[in-house]
């Protein structure tokens, strides 16, 4: 089991910045990706950022240039940096570990609680 505790949400203007966090613990040896996906009302959850193990990135296209994905591997913790957010980005912002189960390439997604992000304009 891998926990994820997601922080630091909040309100904020259009045109700022905020930093989430997620800490992970539990068997985060099994991990090989974090990311970050979110959930506007009414609609799907969808990918925002990703981070390999091997610390390569992948960022949803719509948003690529405002974001940037880290990870601090001694505190086990993944950031989500977003800039210049616009009130579309108002979202539960979700932490998903991807766990490798087998060589095979099975895998296990695990997810945090959410925080919400409430962009104004």
């Known amino acids: 089991q891998v926990q994820l505790v997601e922080s630091g949400g909040g309100l904020v203007q259009a045109g700022g910045s905020v930093r989430l966090s997620c800490v992970a613990s539990?068997?985060?040896?099994?991990?090989?990706?974090f990311g970050w996906y979110r959930q506007a009302p009414g609609k799907q959850r969808e990918l925002v950022a990703t981070i390999s193990t091997g610390g390569s990135t992948n960022y949803a296209d719509p948003m690529k240039d405002r974001l940037t994905i880290s990870r601090d591997n001694a505190k086990n913790t993944v950031y989500l940096q977003m800039n210049s957010l616009k009130p579309d980005d108002t979202a539960v912002y979700y932490c998903?570990?991807?766990?490798?189960?087998?060589?095979?390439?099975?895998?296990?997604?695990?997810w945090g609680q959410g925080t919400q992000v409430t962009v104004s304009s």
């Open positions: 998903n570990a991807r766990a490798v189960l087998n060589v095979e390439g099975a895998y296990r997604d695990f």
């Open positions: 539990g068997k985060t040896y099994n991990v090989n990706r």
